[in-house]
């Protein structure tokens, strides 16, 4: 109990403090004229059509516009520009909720906050939390426990590429305490920290699922997040010069080897991929 109420102090201090800094951003916004985080539209990673991510626009911090977020009723006073992009990201709620059974709704409590956090530019607000709490019925505070448990959401604003390495015990054996190491002299931040320029925020993260890629990192934007793979000290520096240039990353690994095949190349899964299998949830059980 006391553990449960020391994670649950822990979550609400940062959620505060996300809020001081989202309501203190709020006017440089405005002032900017950004859209609004809601009508914010996500190129899914998808639209890019393969290896090459085209670099997202750039979200510096301030873009964000979380006012927006804490309302997002349909409104029909809005500009019409608002009003496309809002009813866009109402479909995409609808696609995603439509992939679980309506009595298993807080299920889509990850890609909705996925959602929002892409529509606020690459963080989330307090009340984009909330949103999402509304949309699917849940308490807020489970939203939040959601929201503070993973690495991939991040509470206040951060630069334009959230550079995650990979330290887990593959990838650390394979050199990622170097990897983590030429990030940062690179980026020019620390682990944990912002770029001056805005640009790069460096962590270092659980294992991201391509130990056999180890060392590897994945770069999130607002619009996409590519894994680079098979890392160096010097090919991760290459990868964040390429992103400050504003050029098309490598994504994958970045040696020469094709996926993750090994010396002799690919030696199974030859034939078509069977499935998929998935248990059946009973709709109203
Ligand atoms: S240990 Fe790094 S991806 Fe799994």
């Known amino acids: 109990m006391a553990v449960a109420r ?26 900017a004229g950004t859209p609004t ?7 899914a990673a998808a639209a890019t059509g393969g290896r090459g991510v085209p670099p997202p626009p750039p979200t510096p ?28 990201n109402y479909d995409k709620i ?4 439509a992939r679980y059974p309506s009595n298993y709704r807080a299920s889509g409590v990850i890609p909705l906050l996925d959602l929002a956090q892409r529509q606020a530019g690459g963080w989330l607000p307090l009340s984009a939390m909330n949103k999402v709490a509304k949309i699917l019925g849940m ?6 426990e959601v929201a503070t448990f993973y690495t991939m959401f991040v509470r ?22 170097d990897i983590v190491a030429a990030a940062t002299e690179e980026a020019g931040c620390v682990v944990g920290g912002t770029s001056a320029d805005g640009l790069f925020h460096v962590t270092e993260v659980e294992c991201l699922g391509a130990c056999v890629n ?6 999130s934007s607002t619009t996409a997040d590519p894994y680079v793979e098979d890392l160096t000290p010097a090919s991760m520096k290459e990868v964040i010069r390429t992103l400050r240039a504003g050029k098309e990353l490598r994504v994958g690994p970045q040696t020469d080897r094709p996926g993750c095949a090994g010396p ?22």
């Open 6 to 31: 020391s994670v649950a102090a822990r979550a609400v201090g940062l959620l505060s403090a996300s809020h001081r800094h989202m309501t203190a951003l709020a006017p440089a916004a405005a002032a």
């Open 37 to 43: 985080a809601l009508g914010a539209p996500r190129r």
């Open 61 to 88: 911090p301030a873009a964000a516009s979380p006012a927006s977020l804490s309302t997002g009723r349909r409104r029909p006073t809005r500009p019409r520009r608002r009003l496309i992009s809002h009813d866009e």
């Open 94 to 97: 609808d696609v995603l909720l």
């Open 139 to 144: 308490s807020p505070v489970k939203v939040y």
């Open 156 to 177: 206040e604003p951060i630069g334009t590429y959230h550079i995650q390495v990979c330290g887990t015990t593959p990838c650390m054996l394979r050199g990622a305490r």
């Open 214 to 219: 180890a060392p590897m990192a994945q770069i």
């Open 264 to 285: 002799k190349g690919k030696t199974s899964l030859l034939g078509d991929v069977a499935g998929p299998y998935c248990r059946e949830l009973k709709a109203d059980g």
